[in-house]
C-alpha cells in the first residue's frame, strides 16, 4: 500500500518523480552551473589571474564562485517554472487544484523541492571548487552561504512561477524567460566585478536581485564585501522575494 503523504510531502514526491525521469533536467540542475566553473572560470582566471578589480589577493575562480551558485539558484527556479507552465498548460495543474491541499501549500511544496536540488547542487560546487581549484572558503561563514542558496532559489521560484501562471503563450513564455534570464545575469556582478563598468551599466547592476543576492553569496564564501552594504542588500532580496511569492500566490488563487 502506498503512504499516504501531506500535501507539501505529496508535492515534493511528485517533483521528485518527475526530475528523477528527465537526466536533462537533472544535468541542469545539479551540473551545469559546475561546468561553467570548470570551464569559463578556469578559462578566465588563467587570462586574468588575480586582478586588482576582484579584490585583495583574490583570484577569478573563487570570485566566480558566488557567481556560479547563482546562476545555480535562476537555473533551477527557470527549469521548474518550465514544468510549472506545462503542468497548466496540458490541464494536469487545474486537476491538482481540486485535490484537498491549499494552494500556498502546493506552491510551498514545489519551492521546498526546489530548495533542496539548490543546495545539493550547491554543495557539489563548492567541493569541487575547493578540491579541483584550490578555493579557500571562508568555513566560518558558511551558514551565511546556505541561507543565501535556500533564500536565493525561493525567491526566484516565486519570481517565475508568476510568469508561469500568468502567461497563456508557449512561445512568449519561452522569449520572457530566455531573455530575462539572460539579462539578469549579465547585467549583475555574477560575472565580473562592477566598480569598473561604465556608470548606467553599474548603477542599474546594483539594482538587479541577482546582484544583491550574488554580492552575499560572495561574503559568504570568501568573506568579499563591506558588511554594512551586504546587510541592506540581503534585506531588499528578502523584500523581493516576500513581495514575489505574495504575487505568486495570488496569481495561483486567480487560476480556475
Not at 12 to 41: C, H, M, Q, W
Not at 87 to 111: A, C, H, Q, W
Not at 139 to 154: E, F, K, M, Q, R
Not at 191 to 209: H, Q
Amino acid at each position: 500500500m502506498p503512504v499516504r503523504y501531506g500535501p507539501l510531502a505529496a508535492v515534493f514526491y511528485r517533483e521528485s518523480k518527475i526530475r528523477a525521469t528527465n537526466t536533462t533536467f537533472l544535468f541542469f540542475d545539479l551540473f551545469y552551473p559546475l561546468l561553467y566553473l570548470l570551464v569559463f572560470g578556469i578559462g578566465v582566471n588563467a587570462a586574468l589571474g588575480a586582478a586588482p578589480a576582484l579584490g585583495k589577493g583574490v583570484d577569478y575562480n573563487s570570485f566566480f564562485l558566488a557567481g556560479v551558485l547563482g546562476m545555480a539558484s535562476l537555473g533551477v527556479a527557470v527549469n521548474s517554472s518550465w514544468s510549472f507552465f506545462l503542468d497548466r498548460d496540458n490541464g494536469i495543474f487545474l486537476e491538482m487544484l481540486t485535490y484537498p491541499m491549499r494552494r500556498s501549500e502546493y506552491l510551498l511544496g514545489k519551492v521546498l523541492f526546489n530548495v533542496c536540488v539548490a543546495v545539493l547542487q550547491a554543495a557539489i560546487t563548492v567541493a569541487a571548487g575547493c578540491l579541483l581549484l584550490g578555493i579557500h572558503l571562508r568555513w566560518s561563514l558558511l551558514p551565511i552561504l546556505a541561507i543565501a542558496v535556500i533564500a536565493g532559489t525561493a525567491g526566484w521560484f516565486f519570481f517565475y512561477a508568476i510568469f508561469a501562471l500568468r502567461i497563456r503563450r508557449n512561445d512568449a513564455f519561452n522569449s520572457l524567460v530566455n531573455a530575462s534570464y539572460f539579462v539578469l545575469m549579465f547585467v549583475s556582478s555574477m560575472f565580473y566585478p562592477l566598480a569598473p563598468l561604465p556608470r548606467w551599466l553599474r548603477l542599474t547592476a546594483r539594482a538587479n536581485p541577482v546582484t544583491w543576492q550574488v554580492d552575499v553569496l560572495r561574503y559568504g564564501s570568501i568573506g568579499l564585501g563591506t558588511p554594512s552594504r551586504l546587510a541592506l542588500e540581503a534585506l531588499a532580496f528578502v523584500i523581493f522575494a516576500l513581495a514575489c511569492f505574495a504575487l505568486a500566490v495570488r496569481s495561483l488563487r486567480d487560476q480556475g
